[in-house]
């Protein structure tokens, strides 16, 4: 006969759902983060905008650093471990041990971006094959970045193109601010090549009037036209832009230097082609450019 004071026994404990183990089991994705870091960074600068417009310019790095560090510090714990990019990838910041995040931490781990992007980006980079997919800063900060809602196929792609295409294109807005330079230096010079070729044709055709002439130069440059020179193109050179015309000087102009036979200080510099007419002085004939600005080497357009 069964003992009626035995209690019944005890059924087996049913271990409580993980309801935390997929957020620390599945670990944000390298492209998924990458776009959700541009899409902060996209923010913050937008962000930072209008204080820099509005604040001296010396000040402005600290603002800027200020709204940075304020928004990477405050926002994902405010919002459970999620910045605005991370809520758009689907993914939040834990501590490695699963528990929140502080903004203590949160600090930590921005402030871990200077080591992540000083390193050539290589601390962002890492997070492609360490385990857990952790960056160089979530190593310091003792963080990591877990997925917390599955997305779309559309959304997905959108934040991985956010990832690839806006490193892309700061890229080439670098390497456009390194090239334009240079392609803008070779366009001024070759630009004083032209300059100094059409002076060479005018002075040919000078050379060319004066020996049909017995000894005798025209008193106005433009009687080279057409049978010595096509046309008077303008001298155009760089620093004084496209200035028609002929300037026509008298003995005045002369120094008698074979070296430098035109006195600088008497020149109008006014980016015309400069004629000297004055038969028996001894820069009777000279052909050059009327500008005493100088080009690239250092030397005065007169002087050549």
């Known amino acids: 006969m069964d003992n009626p004071s035995t209690p019944p026994p005890n059924p087996a404990p049913v271990p409580a759902p993980a309801a935390d183990a997929v957020e620390s089991d599945i670990s944000g994705g390298f492209w998924l983060r990458s776009g959700a870091y541009m899409i902060d960074g996209l923010l913050v600068v937008i962000a930072s905008i209008f204080p820099s417009l509005l604040l001296p310019e010396a000040v402005r790095p600290l603002a800027q650093l200020l709204i940075a560090g304020s928004y990477f510090t405050l926002v994902p714990v405010a919002?459970?471990?999620?910045?605005?990019?991370?809520?758009?990838?689907?993914?939040?910041?834990?501590?490695?041990?699963?528990?929140p995040l502080t903004h203590g931490r949160a600090c930590a781990r921005w402030a871990s971006y200077l080591l992540s992007s000083v390193t050539l980006c290589l601390g962002f980079v890492c997070a492609a094959f360490t385990p857990h997919k952790r960056a160089l800063h979530d190593y310091i900060a003792d963080t990591r970045v877990v997925r917390v809602e599955e997305l779309g196929l559309g959304r997905k792609i959108?934040?991985?193109?956010?990832?690839?295409?806006?490193?892309?294109?700061?890229?080439?807005?670098?390497?456009a601010a390194l090239a334009i330079p240079s392609f803008s230096n070779m366009k001024g010079k070759a630009d004083?090549?032209?300059?100094?070729?059409?002076?060479?044709?005018?002075?040919?055709?000078?050379?060319?009037?004066?020996?049909?002439?017995?000894?005798?130069?025209?008193?106005?440059?433009?009687?080279?036209?057409?049978?010595?020179?096509?046309?008077?193109?303008?001298?155009?050179?760089p620093s004084d832009g496209v200035v028609p015309g002929v300037e026509t000087y008298g003995p005045e102009v002369c120094s008698g230097s074979k070296d430098q036979p035109l006195i600088a200080a008497k020149l109008r510099g006014t980016g015309k082609w400069g004629y000297v007419a004055a038969p028996k002085a001894p820069c009777d004939g000279a052909v050059f450019i009327d500008s005493t600005h100088t080009d690239s080497k250092g030397s005065a357009w007169y002087s050549y």
């Open 79 to 99: 919002c459970g471990g999620q910045t605005l990019g991370k809520m758009a990838a689907g993914m939040k910041i834990i501590r490695e041990d699963g528990s």
């Open 158 to 175: 959108a934040v991985i193109a956010v990832g690839i295409l806006f490193p892309l294109l700061v890229v080439l807005g670098i390497a």
């Open 192 to 237: 004083e090549g032209a300059a100094k070729g059409r002076l060479g044709q005018l002075r040919s055709g000078a050379a060319i009037y004066y020996g049909d002439n017995e000894g005798l130069y025209p008193a106005d440059l433009n009687a080279l036209v057409p049978k010595y020179v096509d046309e008077i193109v303008p001298a155009a050179v």
